[in-house]
């Protein structure tokens, strides 16, 4: 519940406070098995096709965000990425061996994963035995929330268990959240462990961004209409963070789409809406863009390196499964049933001669809706035509024209 009553179901590991093997204790699988079979949560797959843990109590608790999860995952990711950074550079962790979680990999440490582990040879952690420097270790989490006394007790239990296990190496458990209540403060240190925040270990500047971009995204589709400038600031102050500016700038492409659009069109805009069709499947709109009673788009947003390639897999998945969910669900809309409605996959990337080919051969086809697609080099032209002069500058300084391409 401290990260919004969902999580994907791959980090359950990281946040049950259960071992993964160790005698005289359930297992983390097994906790889990339990939940679901008691009905105090629930498995359902999200618009990205994850599988992610709910919070259900048979419908009596349903607490779950679903609509800010992707949001939450990338404002812990930004801190984690920072986190990271900061361990190798003040030596706290080996440099070259210290791992952070990604979407495909959990670090291990103990019985647990963790947001980040490393070995440390940082005095008194490590040790000298025969004549060879043995490390301690360092093992972090990350939740962007304010955290009460429920809230820290599976990281309490972890370091905990892990402390009493034999042979169990020298390590330092550290767990970041937005904000404590006093009581979970303490109660952290009670039991030896450091309990901080983003703005504790990076600043109040850091800090600031990252509430920044957390407002951002609540309000994206408020903030690319009357904003934009919002986003330059953004891309500018939380790239910095090393191993984040991928992530951010696909965050942000959405906005600079959603301001083109709105400007460009003079529409109402809606950013990230989630739908669901009757089968219950799930699919994430990027932009949704409504001109009175009688159009309607629906725009997919890829903010890649100008490099990537946008091949006929990513444009045929788009095509033959997202596009049918978000279309039947919006027909089931009575204000949707009979508007003229088009489909639009935007990149800052570029697409592959087969993409396009495929992407001409079923625009040529279609006759219920209108497909179109443009690349980097035509979203930055559509956005001199329309003389959106902030967003041109934010394309060729953030995507078209980044160093990293």
Excluded at 12 to 36: C, T, Y
Excluded at 90 to 100: E, N, P, R, T, V
Excluded at 123 to 131: G, I, R, T, V, Y
Excluded at 257 to 284: C, F
Aim: net charge positive.
């Amino acid at each position: 519940m401290a990260r919004g009553g969902i999580i994907p179901k791959k980090f359950f590991k990281i946040i049950s406070g259960s071992p993964q093997r160790l005698k005289k204790h359930i297992s983390s699988d097994n906790i889990l098995r339990g939940l679901i079979s008691s009905k105090l949560v629930k498995l359902e797959i999200d618009e990205n096709n994850e599988e992610c843990v709910m919070v259900d109590a048979n419908g009596f608790l349903d607490y779950s965000e679903v609509s800010s999860l992707s949001n939450r995952l990338l404002i812990e990711d930004m801190i984690i990425s920072a986190t990271y950074d900061w361990t190798r550079k003040i030596g706290l962790g080996s440099y070259d061996a210290i791992k952070k979680k990604t979407k495909d990999y959990i670090p291990e440490f103990g019985q647990f994963g963790w947001d980040i582990t490393a070995p440390s040879y940082i005095w008194p952690l490590s040790e000298f035995k025969n004549d060879k420097v043995i490390p301690g270790f360092i093992a972090i989490d990350v939740i962007s929330s304010l955290v009460d006394v429920e809230g820290v007790q599976y990281f309490i239990k972890k370091c905990a268990l892990n402390r009493s296990m034999r042979n169990m190496k020298p390590f330092i458990g550290m767990l970041i959240a937005d904000r404590f209540s006093d009581a979970a403060f303490r109660l952290g240190k009670s039991n030896g462990l450091i309990f901080t925040t983003p703005e504790i270990l990076f600043g109040s500047e850091m800090a600031e961004n990252i509430r920044q971009l957390t407002a951002t995204l609540e309000n994206a589709a408020a903030i690319a209409a009357k904003n934009p400038d919002k986003v330059n600031s953004l891309l500018n102050s939380l790239s910095r963070i090393e191993g984040s500016a991928i992530n951010l700038r696909g965050a942000l492409f959405e906005l600079i789409v959603g301001h083109l659009v709105y400007k460009g069109e003079g529409s109402s805009i809606d950013i990230g809406v989630k739908v669901r069709n009757r089968n219950g499947e799930r699919a994430e709109i990027d932009i949704r863009r409504v001109k009175g009673e009688h159009e309607l788009a629906i725009y997919e947003c890829k903010g890649y390196q100008p490099s990537t390639l946008i091949d006929v897999k990513d444009v045929e998945i788009w095509l033959s499964k997202k596009v049918p969910i978000i279309r039947e669900a919006l027909r089931d809309e009575s204000r949707f049933k009979d508007v003229n409605m088009s489909f639009e996959y935007w990149t800052s990337g570029r697409f592959s001669e087969d993409a396009i080919s495929f992407l001409k051969e079923k625009s040529n086809n279609a006759r219920k809706y209108k497909i179109c697609w443009k690349d980097g080099g035509d979203i930055l032209d559509y956005a001199r035509q329309i003389r959106a002069t902030s967003m041109v500058d934010v394309l060729n300084q953030h995507y078209v024209k980044h160093p990293l391409s």
